[in-house]
């Protein structure tokens, strides 16, 4: 039988960016099948119809976090997540942290790359109602060549180092996707560019040649799986786009040649922001070296007239939080790169929830079926107490997010049971340097040259 239920007098912002309205939505089972009027003339006639009353809220499109890794835990460092992490209570970890995703709105979730991967196994768990979470897309592990990552020489120089796996040569690189695609891969996740730490002063480098980009695109796409690239520097993007790549991360340091092809292409680009917006902002609270603070800032200033630019020719621009790592912890800031959308790139609010939500349907490759509220459409919703059009930190806010629907079905968003420690799972630090002057008079390194600056 049809499960019907109505969510009544609340206000619709659509995600496709029209301004909100008052209407009413009604679901049947998994699908919003009619929105205002014809919602509760329809309800009429239903037997059974259930009715929730959303006056005072907001019923929008549940957001799409299009780069979340859920297996990593909100690890402090690469080390922890390399050499710390167990297969199997890495995978129960992630449900437990999946409902923190649920929470704040989230109901559709693009995890790029993995530990062990299994959150090809989490995504078949939440599919099959083991558990709830977020809709979810994944990759499995990222490819890399001999050069590396973005963890220099803690990776090692053949097979899997934590969520990366090295390639070299033709054969090895059809055989490994060709592995991904039958494990359960959404997409082949490559690692374009990285970290020669000799090199450092450069950022990060392009790490493959075209030909090799091109057949990881050939082979994935002859088995209808698209290829995201993670992507820092100008020539990494550029080849990334040239290669026929489905969706571009970061996609920082981009010259007017890569612009271009982008733009021609109209490829999907998830800056992910978040994690850098985040240091800029709260780093000076955390003790983060100011040094760094300056290159995370530099990286979204230089990067503000390309997305602008992109955004203006009709490019998707994804929003992903970088989860899993704890600078920005699950459930806390999926919200945030819609706030960096309209701070750096001067969209509207409405602007950033389309990127949040319909133009992310992209990353869960359901673009159409979800991420709008129109008819025809999957029943991933969520109630706000309040209108996020006028203040997008609403979403952030605890409690503002009242109800969560995916795929029709009210998830369960009480509080999740407050965790333990788990033995051996962080990797122990003794903490910041202990100087004998900081150690004598509590004034940290920094403080002391400030002093000095200031004397001089
Ligand atoms: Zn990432």
């Known amino acids: 039988m049809t499960q019907a239920l109505l969510l009544e007098n609340g206000t619709v912002i659509d995600g496709l960016g029209s301004a909100p309205y008052p209407a009413s939505v009604l679901i049947e089972d998994d699908l919003i099948v ?66 923190k995703l649920l929470r704040a709105g989230v109901t559709g979730v693009l995890d790029p790359d993995s ?37 220099g020489r803690l990776i090692n120089d053949t097979g899997v180092t934590g969520y990366y796996k090295v390639v070299g040569g033709r054969d090895e690189i059809i055989a490994e996707v060709r592995r991904q695609v039958k494990l359960g891969a959404d997409w082949i996740k490559v690692h374009v560019s990285g970290v020669v730490p000799r090199q450092a002063r450069l950022g990060e480098q392009c790490s493959w040649t075209q030909e090799e980009l091109d057949l990881i695109c050939s082979v994935a796409h002859d088995l209808g799986v698209p290829v995201m690239g993670h992507c820092r520097g100008a020539v990494s993007t550029y080849r990334a786009a040239k290669a026929g790549m489905d ?31 985040n240091l800029v902002d709260y780093g000076d609270r955390l003790g983060t070296d100011p040094a760094l603070l300056k290159l995370f800032e530099r990286e979204i200033a230089d990067s503000v007239e390309t997305m602008r630019r992109l955004h203006q020719a009709g490019v998707p621009l994804l929003t992903g939080s970088e989860a899993g790592f ?12 819609m706030e960096v959308f309209m701070r ?33 459409m999957k029943a991933d919703l969520i109630c706000v107490d309040g209108d996020p059009s006028r203040d997008i930190g609403l979403l952030g806010e605890p409690g503002r997010i009242r109800h969560v629907f995916v795929d029709g079905r009210a998830m369960d968003i009480s509080p999740p049971p407050q965790r333990k420690p788990l033995p051996g799972w962080r990797l122990p630090s003794m903490g910041r340097q202990l100087t004998r002057e900081f150690a004598l008079t509590g004034r940290s390194p920094a403080a002391v040259e400030q002093e000095q600056i200031a004397e001089l």
């Open 34 to 99: 009619a929105v205002g009027p014809e919602a509760a003339q329809r309800t009429a006639h239903l037997q059974n119809a259930k009715r929730l009353d959303v006056g005072g809220m907001t019923v929008m499109p549940g957001l799409i976090d299009a780069h979340c890794h859920l297996s990593f835990d909100d690890a402090a460092s690469n080390p922890e997540i390399f050499y710390q992490r167990r297969n199997a209570l890495s995978a129960l970890v992630a449900a437990h942290n999946a409902r």
């Open 115 to 151: 530990t062990f991967e299994n959150m090809i196994d989490l995504r078949d768990a939440i599919e099959a109602r083991v558990t709830e979470g977020p809709r979810m897309a994944c990759g499995c592990y990222a490819l890399i060549t001999g050069v590396g990552g973005t963890a």
């Open 247 to 277: 969706l571009i991360f970061h996609a920082t340091g981009m010259d007017e040649r890569g612009l271009e092809l982008v733009i021609e292409r109209k490829i999907a680009v998830c800056p992910a922001f978040t994690f850098q917006a």
């Open 326 to 337: 704890s600078m920005v912890p699950y459930g806390e800031w999926h919200y945030r790169e």
């Open 344 to 376: 750096y790139y001067g969209m509207t609010a409405l602007e950033a929830i389309r990127c949040a939500t319909s133009a992310g349907a992209l990353a869960l490759k359901m673009q159409g079926q979800t991420g709008a509220v129109t008819p025809g």
